[in-house]
């Protein structure tokens, strides 16, 4: 089990351009999550998805915020415009509906200058 | 939403000392987490354990759901057990929400 991938690791961008960051969960999960994880505001829960419905995008931040997941093996998580404010490190998680231990990938660093 | 609150926020510790981590909520939870972030960024799932005990080596987390807390437990602590550890809870669903963190340094 190769666990849940994020990509890229890092991503470095300026300010107005398109980000697009990539998450895999563990096969035979139904439950996708993505966080975000500041200094300032710590682990964020942005959306969740049951298979491959979003359930919960409140914390989803502003319009600029979009995810979806068009299958049980691939999520995307993208900003547009991106904005220095939006720096952070940005996980992705997996479970399935008979064991609700979180499993979290690597993350992937986003810097936005 | 539920609060969740993490004491100590700041811990260190000498090379095989035990340790004690709280997280009190203030609502009713149906799912609780222990998670342990490595100084390279890795968050790792040690416990879901939304009530009672469970025991993994040197670690053990005890839920009390009634009295709205959960406490970790660290014997024999271990310089790789530096890190922060965080407290998830959920009060319905899936909407797991993760408190600020106790910050742990075991001294060599």
Known sequence: DAGVIQSPRHEVTEMGQEVTLRCKPISGHDYLFWYRQTMMRGLELLIYFNNNVPIDDSGMPEDRFSAKMPNASFSTLKIQPSEPRDSAVYFCASTGSSNYGYTFGSGTRLTVV | ?108
């Open chain 2, 1 to 108: 939403g539920i609060q969740v609150e993490q004491s100590p926020p700041d811990l260190i510790l000498q090379e095989g000392a035990n340790s004690t981590l709280r997280c009190n909520f203030s609502d009713s939870v149906n799912n609780l987490q222990w998670f342990h972030q490595n100084p390279w960024g890795q968050l790792i799932n040690l416990f879901y354990i939304p009530s009672g005990t469970k025991q993994n080596g040197r670690l053990s987390a005890t839920t009390v759901a009634t009295e709205r807390y959960s406490l970790l437990y660290i014997s024999s602590s271990q310089t790789t057990d530096s890190g922060v550890y965080f407290c998830a809870v959920a009060t319905g669903g899936f909407k797991t929400i993760f408190g600020a963190g106790t910050r742990l340094f075991v001294k060599a």
